[in-house]
């Protein structure tokens, strides 16, 4: 049987340390505030279905020492208590890396129905803020060196979207060849 290198050896002990690590509680964990919400147009589906599709960005404060990617998340925006819209983001390749020790905005793409949206500004006619929270889970990858995963870390943030963007996006979907 061939030995082994020492340079392996190293390699080994400093895998088997972060996972330690991680797995011990010494990793921190990373913290998401909600930082606005916009409206970047319409979508048309098949089944024939119109949606109003909104964009949730988070910035997501990694104070860890390594890398750390968000590869999905699932759950729910509800907005005013009362309209559910739910989320089911994949990202593209291996994930949305955080580097270490800084903030990363996270663009998260909802598709609300038209319905819920005409709903909602029939609801809050005078109201210039719309308050809504996102809740779920995120998978995510520790270190591009080691790819160590985690599923299911919650998701709990609140903030909210301006009635105006709102408006102008279903005046769009109503009419898409009006001047803005």
Known sequence: MK???PRFARLAVVALGLALALTS???KKPTMKLHHAEVSGVQVGFPP??????????DVTNPN???VAIRAMRGQVVIMDKYTVPIDFRAVG??????ADSATQVRIPV????QTAFALLQEVPVVPQIPFKVSGKADVTATRTFQLEKDNY????QGVIARQQIEESVRATL???APR
């Open 49 to 58: 279905s119109l949606s109003v599709v909104l964009t949730v960005v988070v």
């Open 94 to 99: 291996d994930g949305v890396w955080l580097k």
């Open 175 to 177: 009419n898409p060849f």
């Open 111 to 114: 598709s609300m129905p038209a």
């Open 65 to 67: 020492s390594y890398d």
């Open 25 to 27: 509680g010494c990793a």
């Open 154 to 157: 919650e998701v709990d943030e």
């Open 3 to 5: 030995p082994r290198s």
